[in-house]
Structures are given as structure tokens and as C-alpha cells.
């Protein structure tokens, strides 16, 4: 789940399916309720219709929690975004990042810091797209050094310039879900 609406809808399918959320926060839900495997399939099926899952595993979820966590970074919190990335996520998750990140990597095909620079390229994209700051804002707001570092690695992402980019007609940005 990676916004509030995500978050609104993930509540009500559980309360629609009789359940108690404790807490429903991005990534995550609890309930009260100890769940039957029969029950955690239907619900999973109930969840997969919006393109959501229920995760088990262990080390999916702490992916999952890592994919949360930078997304929220860069969509909520940008001021923390000058937070060294591995003590944040070792601190969030209990875990030492050297784990977390061969953890990452080897079910995701990515690194941690890729993932991360992708958030914030879709970032800079909406944020082109809406057309409310600058481009020297943008940078100074997801915490590049310079409209040139942020320029670059914009350039060797999307194959644009953020200017060429911005005078697209048909903007191309991805669903979060889908990087």
C-alpha cells in the first residue's frame, strides 16, 4: 500500500470480511483476529483484486517493508531525505543492512539504491507534471546536490532531459507498484 486511499480501501475489505484492523499503515495491516489458512486465501483473493497481497514469508516481508519505507521517504517525508539510507532502514527494520540489502537484491534483481533512485525519478516525473516548482526546487526538495546531479541521473534513467520530459504531451510515468 503506498497511499492513503491504498490504506482506506485495505480497511474496509477487512471490516467487509467481519475482521478488526488494529492498524492499517503502508505495507501493513493488523487484526485482531487469528486467521485460518482457508481465511487467509479467501482474503488474499479479496486483496489480490486490487493489487494487493497478503505476505507470509519472513524475508518477503521485510522487502516489502523496505519498498514502504523508501517510498514514503521520498512521497512524505522528503525533508528526511538527507538521512543516510542504510542507518534508516537498518534502524526501521532491526536489521543490519549488509542483510537487508543481499536480502533485497537477490529476490528483487536490483540494489536498494536503485530502487531508491527510481522512487525518486517518479518523483521528480510527478512533480514536473504538476508544474509547481522548479526544477531547481525539485532538486533541492528530493535532496540532489545540484539541477545538474538530479538532470543526470534523470537523463540516464528516463532517456530525457527533464525539460524534454516536461514538454511531452504524453507523460511517461509508471505506477509505483510497477517499479
Known amino acids: 500500500m503506498v497511499c492513503s486511499r491504498c490504506k482506506m480501501v485495505v480497511k474496509s475489505e477487512l471490516e467487509k470480511f467481519g475482521l478488526h484492523p488494529l492498524s492499517v499503515e503502508l505495507g501493513e495491516a493488523e487484526v485482531s483476529e487469528q486467521l485460518?489458512?482457508?481465511?487467509?486465501?479467501?482474503?488474499?483473493?479479496?486483496?489480490?483484486?486490487?493489487?494487493?497481497?497478503?505476505?507470509?514469508?519472513?524475508?518477503i516481508r521485510i522487502?516489502?517493508?523496505?519498498?514502504?519505507?523508501?517510498?514514503?521517504?521520498?512521497?512524505?517525508?522528503s525533508n528526511h531525505l538527507k538521512t543516510n539510507l542504510s542507518n534508516y532502514l537498518s534502524n526501521e527494520l532491526n536489521h543490519d543492512y549488509t542483510y537487508i540489502t543481499n536480502l533485497f537484491t537477490q529476490v528483487e534483481g536490483t540494489t536498494i539504491e536503485?530502487?531508491?533512485?527510481?522512487?525518486?525519478?517518479?518523483?521528480?516525473?510527478?512533480?514536473l507534471v504538476y508544474d509547481e516548482l522548479s526544477l531547481s526546487e525539485i532538486a533541492y526538495q528530493l535532496n540532489y546536490s545540484s539541477v545538474s546531479h538530479l538532470s543526470k541521473q534523470f537523463k540516464k534513467v528516463t532517456g530525457l532531459t527533464p525539460s524534454h520530459f516536461k514538454q511531452?504531451?504524453?507523460?511517461?510515468?509508471?505506477?509505483l507498484e510497477e517499479l
Open 36 to 59: 485460518t489458512e482457508q481465511k487467509k486465501k479467501q482474503l488474499n483473493q479479496i486483496l489480490v483484486g486490487y493489487g494487493f497481497a497478503l505476505i507470509d514469508d519472513k524475508k
Open 114 to 127: 536503485q530502487y531508491f533512485i527510481a522512487q525518486k525519478i517518479e518523483r521528480v516525473k510527478e512533480l
Open 168 to 175: 511531452l504531451k504524453e507523460n511517461k510515468r509508471k505506477p
Open 63 to 77: 522487502i516489502e517493508k523496505v519498498k514502504t519505507l523508501l517510498v514514503d521517504l521520498v512521497h512524505n517525508k
